[in-house]
T-cell receptor, first 115, second 110 residues
Framework: DTGVSQNPRHKITKRGQNVTFRCDPISEHNRLYWYRQTLGQGPEFLTYFQNEAQLEKSRLLSDRFSAERPKGSFSTLEIQRTEQGDSAMYLC?????????????FGSGTRLTVV | GESVGLHLPTLSVQEGDNSIINCAYSNSASDYFIWYKQESGKGPQFIIDIRSNMDKRQGQRVTVLLNKTVKHLSLQIAATQPGDSAVYFCAEATGNQFYFGTGTSLTVIP
């Protein structure tokens, strides 16, 4: 297992297009989290899953955002009708339990640029 | 939302010196804290954590101090090396999510 994997690493899209990102967590981790990070800021929580259940969503997660984790393994984050304000790094993290051993493990992120 | 802030946005230290990065948090109910290191183009990397029932924890070259009275967290890096140059975030856990501060950029001068 090589840690949390995110694809693609970079995505450039035109405003109004839909985009989908994928996260593959550490295999034994039951919790999966999505965060968003803009330049010069710390990551902001978007949502988290415990197994396949989406248990919590931030106010930041507008109706244009949807996340799934259908089999409790990988997760996808879709943004519909992208806006320039969606440009950010989207980070995925996983953990075993609430805090787990060594806390969260983050992936390297997907950098989205909306033009 | 929660407020997790850092006292200094940038910090420059000479190689070999000790570094101290400070963080203030606002939620007295937070029970778990982590320091993360983030290098350019990468996701945050765990450095060290501490639970609220502790006031000090040591790792390899790093020490985290927690002062719950004043809601203050610090990260001490001993014998700072060029590879320590990065942005450092403190994060507090309340419930099932972490709240991150803005970050301190540490530059190690060779």
């Amino acid at each position: 297992d090589t840690g949390v994997s995110q694809n693609p690493r970079h995505k450039i899209t035109k405003r109004g297009q839909n985009v989908t990102f994928r996260c593959d967590p550490i295999s034994e981790h039951n919790r999966l989290y999505w965060y968003r990070q803009t330049l010069g800021q710390g990551p902001e929580f978007l949502t988290y899953f415990q197994n396949e259940a989406q248990l919590e969503k931030s106010r930041l997660l507008s109706d244009r955002f949807s996340a799934e984790r259908p089999k409790g393994s990988f997760s996808t984050l879709e943004i519909q009708r992208t806006e320039q304000g969606d440009s950010a790094m989207y980070l995925c993290a996983s953990s075993l339990g609430r805090t787990g051993f060594y806390g969260y493990t983050f992936g390297s992120g997907t950098r989205l640029t909306v033009v | 939302g929660e407020s997790v802030g850092l006292h200094l946005p940038t910090l420059s230290v000479q190689e070999g010196d000790n570094s101290i990065i400070n963080c203030a948090y606002s939620n007295s109910a937070s029970d778990y804290f982590i320091w993360y290191k983030q290098e350019s183009g990468k996701g945050p990397q765990f450095i060290i954590d501490i639970r609220s029932n502790m006031d000090k924890r040591q790792g390899q070259r790093v020490t985290v101090l927690l002062n719950k009275t004043v809601k203050h967290l610090s990260l001490q890096i001993a014998a700072t090396q060029p590879g320590d140059s990065a942005v450092y975030f403190c994060a507090e856990a309340t419930g099932n999510q972490f709240y991150f501060g803005t970050g301190t950029s540490l530059t190690v001068i060779p």
